[in-house]
């Protein structure tokens, strides 16, 4: 199954075997340090690169946030519509850009709605990001934190023929092991965020409750 074209690709990444081993070297001294402070990061490269990195070794998944000072991670049903996300569970992503979203989006200093998600497709990884026109027009952009938790108890979203979300649940508390500071500046889809109208959103979705994500026809 193919995508629609406003589903973002992520940008390449450079394989050098090098870059690999020095994004390695700081996941064993962030492990080291432990969560109550910030990886140090020196790797002349882009954060998303490193979490992405992370990720797709599969030993952690990732949480993006505002707070940066959560010691554990515990159980809450989300408002969400689907059977997955609606259910009573902490989440993560098996993604290194995903979270980042989360993490440097500003949901409490005005209401916005949420429309977004990461997939694997044909191989690659593909996202689509959308908040309500009025917040995105006010860039409700902060500094963030990417926390990284242990994917021993968690289970990711199952596929959809071709389709494989990224989304992962716990059902048991977590804590983090690490985690990193990251800003507007390190998301790297900053101006491919899409703004939606809130109102023709639910109106679509009650229209084709599986046509997620109800983008606009162009």
């Not at 409490?108 to 959308?130: L, P, T």
Request: aromatic share 10%.
């Amino acid at each position: 199954m193919s995508l629609p074209d406003f589903w973002l690709r992520r940008p390449a990444v450079p394989a050098s075997a090098a870059l690999r081993e020095r994004f390695d070297a700081l996941l064993d001294e962030a492990l080291a340090a432990g969560p109550d402070r910030p990886v140090d990061y020196h790797v002349d490269a882009p954060k998303w690169q490193f979490l992405c990195h992370v990720a797709d070794r599969a030993d952690f998944v990732l949480h993006g946030s505002g707070d940066p000072g959560i010691p554990e991670f515990v159980p809450r049903r989300p408002p969400d519509i689907t059977e997955f996300g609606s259910r009573h569970a902490v989440f993560a992503a098996a993604d290194g850009i995903w979270p980042m979203f989360y993490a440097i989006l500003d949901r409490d200093s005005a209401q916005v709605s949420m429309c977004n998600a990461c997939v694997r497709a044909g191989g690659e990884a593909r996202y689509h990001f959308s908040i309500s026109a009025p917040a995105l027009a006010r860039r409700p952009w902060r500094t963030g934190t990417v926390y990284l938790l242990p994917s021993a108890t968690f289970d990711l979203e199952p596929a959809d023929g071709d389709i494989r979300p990224t989304q992962a649940a716990s059902p048991v508390p977590v804590r983090p092991v690490a985690k990193l500071t990251v800003g507007p500046e390190d998301f790297p889809f900053l101006h491919d965020v899409h703004g939606h109208d809130d109102a023709e959103l639910l109106a679509r979705a009650a229209a084709a409750p599986d046509g997620f994500p109800w983008h606009e026809p162009r």
